[in-house]
């Protein structure tokens, strides 16, 4: 599976962004799908998921209420609706993808078989 990332910018603190992760190679009907971010000089963090064709979503705290994840399996495409952007956002943001999640893993960034490139989100103040 190949994952592709993009829709990430510059926005002004309180702006939005739609992110985009498109796969190819494989279906992610089934899958749980999944955004991580990781900020300059910090660890890769969990953002949102989409668990297992899209049963249930889940969310980081710093997130919540602020952050959509979304999911067309039809065109195998999973999306990041980003609202209200704050500057402590800002990060290189990632799309991940498993056919064998268990929840309890569900933010351990080693557990994903799939991963995009990257897509940078910059939020200026």
């Known amino acids: 599976v190949q994952l592709q990332a993009s829709g990430g910018g510059l926005v002004q603190a309180g702006g939005s962004l739609r992110l985009a992760c498109k796969a190819s190679?494989?279906?992610?009907?089934?899958?749980?799908v999944t955004w991580f971010r990781q900020a300059p000089g910090k660890e890769r963090e969990f953002v949102a998921a989409s668990w297992r064709g899209g049963s249930n979503t889940y969310y980081a705290d710093a997130v919540k209420g602020r952050f959509t994840i979304s999911r067309n399996n039809a065109e195998n495409t999973m999306y990041l609706q980003m609202d209200s952007l704050k500057p402590e956002d800002t990060a290189i943001y990632y799309c991940?993808?498993?056919?064998?999640?268990?929840?309890?893993?569900?933010?351990?960034?080693?557990?994903?078989?799939?991963w995009g490139q990257g897509t940078l989100v910059t939020v200026s103040s």
């Open positions: 190679g494989r279906t992610l009907s089934r899958a749980t």
């Open positions: 991940a993808a498993s056919h064998s999640l268990i929840l309890s893993s569900i933010g351990t960034p080693a557990q994903y078989n799939y």
